[in-house]
């Protein structure tokens, strides 16, 4: 089953404009990540934040964790026509064995 | 260096079949994940392989669902008396050491199974 949510499920934001997708999820967690899949296919592995940190940066991303509200957001400064995607949150448990759980995604557009 | 592979890309099936997915990780890397992706969700967690043994099979949604890793680097996803729910892409993953909880996994294009 699917522990996170994301939200909004779908994003539509002009080129050069920022997009900003949450995610929230139901456990404690090790970690979270976030993925981007082109086209319904492979999943390309973005940024990863642990559970002591709360704000981690990479080039134009920017995550932000709250374990308090257990909530994440990824923030894509300055978009480009190349970060159409769907983007997703994933959770490892404490216990997880590094399973991933996967929210259902924010479908982002970026128009030109 | 080359990245996960797999094979098929599409397979397209009759309900009743049996079929086989294939995934190549990447050299060296000892855990292998399995995951299935349905249209317009989020993927869900199969299988885990630390070596050649299934640490974690909790996601198989039942028996007809089996998966091997017997050399410890490509492993067989295999599907008896296939069913129209069972259409979805089969990703596989895999991560240098599995042990930690903090790898990265990195995530082949997936096969797109279709039962008709």
């Known amino acids: 089953s699917q522990q996170g949510e994301e939200d909004p499920q779908a994003l539509s934001i002009q080129e050069g404009e920022n997009a900003t997708m949450n995610c929230s999820y139901k456990?404690?967690?090790?970690?979270l990540q976030w993925y981007r899949q082109n086209s319904g296919r492979g999943l390309v592995h973005l940024i990863l934040?642990?559970?002591?940190?709360r704000e981690k940066h990479s080039g134009r991303l920017r995550v932000t964790l709250d374990t308090s509200k257990k909530s994440s957001s990824l923030l894509i400064t300055a978009s480009r026509a190349a970060d159409t995607a769907s983007y997703f949150c994933?959770?490892?448990?404490?216990?997880?064995?590094?399973?991933?759980?996967f929210g259902q995604g924010t479908r982002l557009t970026i128009n030109p | 260096g080359a990245g996960v592979s797999q094979t098929p890309s599409n397979k397209v099936t009759e309900k009743g079949k049996y079929v086989e997915l294939r995934c190549d990780p990447i050299?060296?890397?000892?855990?292998l994940y399995w995951y299935r992706q349905s249209l317009g969700q989020g993927p869900e967690f199969l299988i885990y392989?630390?070596?050649?043994?299934?640490?974690?099979d909790s996601g198989l949604p039942n028996d007809r669902f089996f998966a091997v890793r017997p050399e410890g680097s490509v492993s067989t996803l295999k599907i008896q008396r296939t069913e129209r729910g069972d259409s979805a892409v089969y990703l596989c993953?895999?991560?240098?050491?599995?042990?930690?909880?903090?790898?990265?996994?990195?995530f082949g294009p997936g096969t797109r199974l279709t039962v008709l």
């Open positions: 050299s060296g890397h000892t855990a």
């Open positions: 993953a895999s991560s240098p050491v599995g042990a930690g909880a903090a790898d990265t996994q990195y």
């Open positions: 456990t404690s967690i090790n970690n």
């Open positions: 392989f630390q070596g050649t043994g299934a640490a974690d």
């Open positions: 934040i642990r559970s002591n940190e």
């Open positions: 994933a959770t490892v448990h404490p216990q997880g064995a590094q399973k991933l759980v």
